[in-house]
């Protein structure tokens, strides 16, 4: 759907804005949304389906978040958590903007397997989520979102029991509380359900960690740059209401093919039993 004017929550929730975001942002309803997860471009010169983005000095760069992100601010709850994605080129950039307009409380390394090897440098395997906060009252779930990692030096009681792990079929295990580092996320492959020919699509089982812990059943997530519509479509397994805006239609229309999908099949690779597994274990 597009926006002509502005709208109320109950006619955008749970729906694609096909549109460009700049085109309505004075349009959006004000203090609705309790989580924003936003993966813009990097700033790296690159080209989106036929939609070019021209790596920026680090100044201009900074002042390009600016342009939407303090637009977006008002449609936070003062109770909403931000995430925002990012690499090592804009780092410096996507700190000073969060520290000068919201509470930085994190930033989530996480391990993206994929990619080039460099002949002349470190390949580059990682990238940053940022975590920020509207105002000091905020959601974090912790018990949903702990990781279940197997036990290589399992230690016992006195009496022989085991200490903080459990044993079953598939082996030892015990649950810890999540890091800022995830080394556990598998990059969606051709033989994955999850997987699109979107050349930046974020694993589901990342936005499932984000979604548990920063917001309950029933918020609202709101996803700036949807791209194929991970968010959404995780945000709907998961019980929550979304709103994605997605310039490009491909994109769009995959992003509600997905959607439409997710009602009948809410398996999220990873995360099983109410818990996130470790790469390559049972939750897999």
Same mark, same amino acid.
């Given at each position: $759907?597009?926006?002509?004017? /502005?709208?109320?929550?109950?006619?955008?929730?749970? !729906?694609?804005?096909?549109?460009?975001?700049?085109? &309505?942002?004075?349009?959006?309803?004000?203090?609705? #949304?309790?989580?924003?997860?936003?993966? /813009?471009?990097?700033?790296?010169?690159?080209?989106?389906?036929?939609?070019?983005?021209?790596?920026?000095? &680090?100044?201009?760069?900074?002042? +390009? *978040?600016?342009?939407?992100?303090?637009?977006?601010?008002?449609?936070?709850?003062?109770?909403?958590?931000?995430?925002?994605?990012?690499?090592?080129?804009?780092?410096?950039?996507?700190?000073?903007? *969060?520290?000068? !307009?919201? %509470?930085?409380?994190?930033?989530?390394?996480?391990?993206?397997?994929?990619?080039?090897?460099?002949?002349?440098?470190?390949?580059?395997?990682?990238?940053? %989520?940022?975590?920020?906060?509207?105002?000091?009252?905020?959601?974090?779930?912790?018990?949903? #979102?702990?990781?279940?990692?197997?036990? $290589?030096?399992?230690?016992?009681?006195?009496?022989?029991?085991?200490?903080? +792990?459990?044993?079953?079929?598939?082996?030892?295990?015990?649950?810890? !509380?999540?890091?800022? *580092?995830?080394?556990? %996320?598998?990059?969606?492959?051709?033989? $994955?359900?999850?997987?699109?020919?979107?050349?930046?699509?974020?694993?589901?089982?990342?936005?499932?960690? @984000?979604?548990?812990?920063?917001?309950?059943?029933?918020? @609202?997530?709101?996803?700036?740059?949807?791209?194929?519509?991970?968010?959404? #479509? #995780?945000?709907?397994?998961?019980?929550?209401?979304? @709103?994605?805006?997605?310039?490009?239609?491909?994109?769009?229309?995959?992003?509600?093919?997905?959607?439409? *999908?997710? @009602?009948?099949?809410?398996? %999220?690779?990873?995360?099983?039993?109410?818990?996130?597994?470790?790469?390559?274990?049972?939750?897999?």
């Amino acid at each position: $759907m597009r926006l002509e004017r /502005p709208a109320p929550l109950e006619a955008i929730i749970d !729906h694609t804005l096909h549109q460009d975001l700049f085109a &309505l942002l004075d349009w959006l309803p004000e203090s609705s #949304v309790d989580l924003l997860f936003a993966d /813009p471009p990097y700033n790296l010169s690159k080209t989106f389906n036929g939609r070019p983005f021209t790596s920026l000095s &680090l100044a201009d760069y900074e002042n +390009w *978040l600016e342009t939407w992100l303090l637009p977006l601010k008002r449609i936070l709850k003062p109770t909403a958590s931000l995430y925002l994605c990012g690499d090592w080129h804009s780092a410096a950039a996507i700190q000073r903007v *969060l520290e000068r !307009h919201f %509470i930085l409380r994190n930033r989530i390394t996480w391990e993206r397997e994929k990619g080039r090897g460099a002949q002349t440098n470190w390949k580059n395997c990682a990238e940053d %989520i940022w975590f920020a906060t509207q105002s000091d009252e905020y959601t974090f779930n912790l018990e949903a #979102v702990k990781l279940k990692r197997r036990v $290589m030096a399992p230690y016992t009681h006195p009496n022989g029991q085991p200490k903080d +792990w459990q044993e079953n079929k598939d082996g030892r295990f015990r649950l810890t !509380h999540p890091a800022n *580092l995830w080394t556990d %996320i598998t990059i969606p492959f051709w033989s $994955m359900p999850e997987n699109t020919d979107h050349p930046t699509q974020k694993p589901e089982k990342l936005l499932a960690k @984000v979604i548990l812990a920063s917001s309950n059943p029933g918020d @609202v997530v709101f996803d700036p740059f949807l791209g194929s519509g991970t968010t959404s #479509v #995780v945000a709907r397994k998961l019980g929550r209401h979304f @709103v994605g805006v997605e310039i490009d239609e491909t994109y769009a229309c995959l992003a509600e093919k997905r959607l439409a *999908l997710a @009602v009948a099949d809410t398996r %999220i690779q990873g995360y099983a039993d109410g818990v996130f597994w470790e790469r390559n274990s049972s939750g897999r």
